[in-house]
């Protein structure tokens, strides 16, 4: 069984830094591209940040230079550093692993909420 587990969201103000962290197992994950989605209240979930296992990263425009997505092969986790957090950052974030043979965004966390105030 694939198994996501996020941590690391919290309250922060405006300007600050968070770091998310999203431990996988059950799954082949130096092969696996992992993605950071987020949704906020009365919208649609968008996705974040990818990262594919040879290294390649897609941002969504709004978190371009301010979001950076990394992982560690050997821990089994992906992790998403959030600098200069603007409130429009406030969302529940899900960590998300591709189908190997579907290509499909087959599983997912259960969410951590981050909140940033003015």
């Known amino acids: 069984q694939v198994q996501l587990v996020e941590s690391g969201g919290g309250l922060v103000q405006a300007g600050g830094s968070l770091r998310l962290s999203c431990a996988a197992s059950?799954?082949?994950?130096?092969?696996?591209?992992m993605a950071w989605y987020r949704q906020a209240p009365g919208k649609q979930r968008e996705l974040v940040a990818s990262?594919?296992?040879?290294?390649?990263?897609n941002y969504a425009d709004s978190v371009k230079g301010r979001f950076t997505i990394s992982r560690d092969n050997a821990k089994n986790t992906v992790y998403l550093q959030m600098n200069s957090l603007k409130p429009e950052d406030t969302a529940v974030y899900y960590c998300?692993?591709?189908?190997?043979?579907?290509?499909?965004?087959?599983?997912w966390g259960q969410g951590t909420q981050v909140t940033v105030s003015s």
């Open positions: 059950g799954t082949d994950f130096r092969r696996t591209t």
């Open positions: 990262l594919t296992s040879g290294g390649a990263t």
């Open positions: 998300a692993a591709n189908h190997l043979i579907s290509g499909q965004w087959a599983y």
